[in-house]
């Protein structure tokens, strides 16, 4: 279980990174925490020529507020955010997620915009941060993009991420005192990947809602406007009114043919709801 | 968690004032050095000039060998089975009636029967660069039909993993007492019972560094092996060499559990790589490797019927089991140990007056079964515990209740049951009794009937078993298996300082018996604890043995110290009669000294006189001598029967089908305990590794074979997270036939667990009309038949 032989590289700004990358036309992968890049090396299921390591790059390092959102850079730890070391805009929600990714060792090293370019379905971030509605940059050589998670996130390991792009960074927007969060996962054993996730970000006084379906075998489902899962309206009554079997055909829908399967994700998915709380 | 409990029984020190005697509750000696990253496995063995091996494995279940491609500048760093001239393949037979005998080419030969099986060996300088050559080798495969299910390979038209066998079954075995008896019985249950394949994942993998030494003509094998003296004479009868030409040593091991038990293909590969090569070789298996390729356990198939009155007596059990025994016979427990098992002993340790078991051991193509702790006791437990249940609710009884209508009592002890196991002593009500009171049945049942808040279920289930251990010559003599137990020989030596030395054949991959040899010996000799050294793990410095298998060690090497130090001891007393100028009739040893009226001499200064001023003593002084090998046997040898009772509360969530363990009791009785801490230790490790076979572990394989849980990531095993605080209660009802009493006790933990939580599962999930019969519990499983009975419930309604 050794990697097959690749060039390392280690630069120290994202511009030379970012060359790197673009002269290795799609043969390089990009390093950060490594949790799940490190065992797919030495499994051999990625053999690339060339890793790039950006774990010196302290402008991924940064996390700041602007605007009202807040920006995390790619390199922002699970850890960072589980120990509030980051500032935070979600009211606890993304704390509480982090300090249950994984385990501690993992989230000690593991980087929130690795996280999300793995785009493993199982992980957390993909579901919760789709749910808070997010957005995540890229960055080429040729410039910058932005797009919602949900949209980053293309299907089981699989991202919007172009050859030579890299995620720059994660814009959280700050979460609504009137809107409630639930999240809820369910795991075979401590620490393990999900294989059912639920996520709810429902704000009665604004009548909206995002409900995230996550751990299926592709893409999270995301639904950003999800008053049809309420009987067509978001109010102060809406856990009364989650109707699961809209949720039930999503799942149809996304090709979750197995009904033990459908039902645990819609059980999860209810108590994330039912547990949601300002 | 264990001073929690409030449950223990401590017992009196035997051996008096000092405490370190049996019975002392002695932290481990070997842990100063194991705890502070020490040990010395494998792995960490480093020679000059060692190279890596990488195996090329075999990426098909099954599939003839048209061609092994190697490039041109790798052909002297790769080896084939056209290059393992002369060595011949493991063959592991059973003298059983009618048992089919398998080759295990140690490089595949014609054709691959498993996926992982060695094709190629690749050696460079570093293992990452031997990894590099073997997957530049290319396979010629042609894919034959995979043979996964072992129901199916029992069918007439399966497809061959051995064609000149004309079927897939290594050995059937019939065992009948007249069930027609039975058969009019007012209860009667049948169910198909299932435990999933697993993978035994000791800490340390197996590992190998092979060295060959001119000057001594010997090959030394280090190996992360359990039973060393086996291991040679495996490597003896492949390799075509003397025993005398081959040493193994087994340094720190890392768990064994059975896994590290068998002869390797890797280790005979790497002996021939190291004698055609001329220098150090070292494989170390990885992760992978242990999950697919090496071996695997557990997976059982029970049809089983069980008879009762309507007060739940029973009346008889008709059973047909099949075990998954992979593509091989393993040396040298072979491949119908664990099936051929099941039949005498499914009937645990309960009465009745019919019995039938028919047994298959099948082949498949998959890697060979191995005995895993508790061997084909855990799979028996689970199936007739999970009946016992079925049997109580046709009954309208409390499940305890059955198990103590049809326990063996003790006042039946020693008692011979339906299949002529000799259960030496025991109270096995009683454990049961303390086991149902100290998980508060009654609490439970009342909590049941108020229902929980949360909306989950609550259940409790109980199991019992039997651990037969230790058995030797008259059980092993009938399996006419390559290995037979017989006198188990230690050596003890005083040391010029009056330390001592102990030599023993077995190995302690966990055990701790660098603590508990040294406290039998302590308790004969009074030799402090930290002045006794055991040696074991090579077989150029101990006694031959067996090694450590079937929780015999404590019964076979600590009866065997005990017999050398009694001798060594009257040695002393006679040499120190001489010096106290004593008849020696008026001598004892007595605390580590030799007494007599007018005075007293240490064992020390007799040693001293021995070795360094025999000048000192009188001429017609024993010769003998200072050093004794002895061997030992129990006075019967039909082995040791410790047995346990486990109750299990368990929280369920029928909607997500989450399982909670809420409140774990084990009450154990062990016989005498050496060191109780020691027993503990060996019980949260079983019961951790039987929380594993209830919940987590499964090796699935798709329909052409192939394994599908190839990393931790999806082969789960239990962490400390999912282990509950378990309460330990022991009993101790000596053994009329061993030393001190003892009895062996490594493996029940890891046997009753997955009958307790599936019996507490069902309890839960009963209301709903949910019966799970299968290990792992998993949440899929249970909600899947959630959903099955719910949709029932409908179409009834």
Avoid at chain 1, 191 to 220: K, M, N, Y
Avoid at chain 1, 243 to 256: C, E, F, M, N
Avoid at chain 2, 140 to 164: C, N, Q, T
Avoid at chain 2, 378 to 389: K, N
Wanted: include cysteine; proline fraction near 5%.
């Amino acid at each position: 279980m050794k990697p097959a032989p690749f060039a390392y590289e280690r630069p120290r700004d994202l511009n030379a990174a970012l060359s790197m990358l673009a002269a290795s036309s799609g043969s390089a992968k990009i390093i950060a925490g490594g949790q799940s890049l490190g065992p797919m090396l030495n499994l051999r299921l990625v053999q690339p020529e060339l890793v790039v390591d950006i774990s010196g790059l302290a402008e991924l390092k940064r996390a700041e507020l602007s605007g009202g959102e807040l920006v995390l850079g790619a390199l922002v730890t699970h850890a960072d955010i589980e120990d509030g070391r980051t500032a935070d805009v979600t009211r606890g929600a993304m704390r509480t997620v982090a300090a249950n990714i994984a385990y501690r060792a993992v989230r000690n090293r593991g980087t929130i915009g690795g996280s999300l370019s793995h785009a493993d379905p199982a992980a957390d971030w993909i579901s919760a941060l789709a749910a808070l509605g997010a957005r995540v940059t890229l960055r080429s050589l040729s410039g910058a993009r932005t797009m919602p998670v949900e949209a980053f996130v293309v299907g089981a390991l699989e991202s919007a991420l172009h050859a030579g792009e890299i995620v720059e960074a994660i814009h959280v927007p700050a979460r609504a005192a009137s809107a409630h969060w639930g999240y809820a996962k369910s795991c075979r054993k401590t620490g393990e990947f999900a294989h059912a996730i639920g996520v709810a970000l429902v704000d009665p006084a604004a009548a909206s809602a995002r409900i995230v379906i996550g751990a299926i075998d592709t893409a999270p489902i995301v639904v950003t406007d999800a008053a049809e899962l309420f009987g067509g309206r978001i109010a102060a009554d809406y856990k009364e009114r989650f109707d699961i079997r809209v949720a039930d055909a999503l799942l149809v829908k996304a090709g979750v043919d197995d009904p033990a399967q459908r039902h645990i994700h819609l059980s999860v998915l209810k108590r994330a709801v039912q547990e949601a709380a300002a | 968690m264990k001073e929690e409990s409030g449950v223990r029984n401590e017992r009196e020190f035997p051996s008096g004032k000092s405490g370190q005697g049996v019975g002392a509750r002695l932290p481990r000696k070997e842990d100063d050095r194991l705890m502070r990253g020490r040990g010395q496995y494998v792995a960490d063995i480093r020679l000059a000039g060692l190279q890596d091996v990488a195996f090329v494995r075999s990426p098909m279940a099954h599939a003839r060998i048209r061609g092994i491609h190697v490039r041109e500048r790798y052909r002297d760093r790769v080896f084939t089975a056209a290059d393992l001239v002369g060595i011949k393949p493991i063959r592991a037979v059973s003298g059983l009636p009618g048992f089919k005998i398998s080759e295990q080419p140690v490089l595949a030969a014609g054709k691959v029967r498993q996926v992982g099986e060695l094709v190629a060996m690749c050696v460079a300088p570093t293992r990452a660069e031997a990894e590099d050559i073997a997957a530049s080798v290319t396979l010629d495969l042609e894919e034959l039909p995979a043979i996964y299910d072992m129901l199916k390979a029992r069918e007439p038209g399966s497809a061959l993993v051995h064609e000149h066998w004309g079927d897939n079954i290594f050995l059937e075995t019939n065992y009948e007492v007249d069930i027609s008896a039975a058969l009019d019985a007012p209860i009667k249950v049948t169910r198909e019972i299932s435990t999933a394949r697993q993978c035994m994942s000791p800490l340390e993998g197996r590992g190998v560094v092979a060295a060959f030494d001119a000057r001594l003509d010997q090959l030394t094998l280090h190996s992360a092996a359990q039973m060393p003296h086996i291991t040679r004479s495996g490597l003896a009868e492949c390799l075509g060499m003397e025993e005398g030409q081959i040493r193994v040593i087994s340094p720190d091991v890392g768990g064994g559990f059975g896994h590290k038990g068998i002869l390797l293909p890797e280790e005979v590969c790497l002996s021939w790589l190291t004698m055609q090569r001329g220098h150090p070789v070292r494989w170390t298996e990885d992760r992978r490797e242990h999950l697919v390729a090496s071996s695997n356990c557990r997976e059982h198939h029970y049809k089983i019927t069980v008879y009762a009155d309507r007060d739940g007596t029973l009346r008889g059990i008709d059973c047909e089991a099949t075990v998954d025994s992979g593509a091989y016979s393993s040396y040298p427990f072979s491949a119908c140990l664990e099936a051929a098992q099941v039949a005498s002993i499914l009937p645990g340790p309960y009465q009745m007056p019919t019995y039938r078991c028919r047994t298959f051991s099948v082949a498949t193509n998959k890697c060979p079964i191995l005995p895993y702790r508790g061997v084909a006791r855990t799979g028996v437990c689970f199936a007739l515990e999970l009946m016992l249940d079925l049997v109580a609710a046709e009954a309208g009884l409390e499940p305890g209740e059955v198990r103590l209508r049809n326990l063996v009592l003790p006042e039946q002890m020693p008692f011979d049951n339906i299949t002529r196991k000799h259960f030496d002593s025991g109270d096995y009500p009683e454990a049961m009794r303390r086991a149902l009171a100290q998980i508060d049945i009654n609490a439970i049942r009342g909590r049941q009937r108020e229902g929980e808040a949360d909306g989950r279920h609550i259940g409790v289930g109980v199991s019992i078993y039997c651990e037969q251990a230790a058995h030797g010559t008259s059980v092993y003599s009938g399996w006419g298996i390559p290995m037979v137990p017989g006198h188990e020989q230690a050596s003890a030596r005083l040391t010029p300082d009056g330390g001592l030395e102990l030599r023993v054949g077995v190995h302690s991959h966990g055990q701790g018996m660098e603590t508990t040899l040294a406290q039998v010996a302590h308790e004969i000799l009074g030799v402090d604890v930290a002045k006794i050294r055991i040696i074991l793990g090579d077989t150029a410095m101990t006694p031959y043995s067996t090694g450590t298998w079937g929780s015999r060690s404590m019964v076979m090497a600590g009866g065997a110290v005990a017999t050398a130090c009694r001798e060594l001891g009257e040695r002393a007393r006679r040499i120190g009669a001489k010096l106290l100028q004593h008849d020696p009739a008026s001598v004892v040893l007595q605390n580590g000294e030799v007494r007599g009226v007018n005075g007293s001499v240490s064992l020390k200064a007799i040693a001293h006189t021995w070795y360094r001023r025999p000048q000192d003593l009188p001429v017609d002084v024993d010769p003998g001598g200072l050093e004794v090998t002895q061997g030992y046997k129990p006075v019967r040898d039909s082995g040791t029967f410790s047995y346990a009772a486990h109750a299990a509360v368990v929280a369920v969530d029928p909607d997500v089908g989450e399982v909670e363990i809420l409140d774990y009791v084990i009450v154990e009785d062990g016989g005498v305990l050496v060191n109780p801490l020691v027993v503990d230790g060996q019980i949260y490790g079983g019961l951790a590794q039987g929380i594993g076979t209830a919940l987590y572990e499964e090796m699935p394989f798709d329909a052409s074979g192939q394994p599908l849980a190839t990393t931790l990531a999806d082969y789960l095993l239990p962490g400390a997270t999912e282990v509950p605080a378990a309460r330990l209660d022991h009993m101790e009802t000596p053994s009329p036939y061993t030393q001190f009493g003892v009895k062996g006790i490594g493996e029940g933990g890891a046997i009753a667990p997955p009958a307790a939580i599936a019996n507490a599962v069902n309890d839960a999930l009963r209301p709903l009309g949910v019966e799970l019969m299968q290990s792992p519990i998993t949440p899929h499983r249970v909600v899947a038949a959630v959903l099955a009975a719910r949709a029932a419930e409908r179409s009834a309604a």
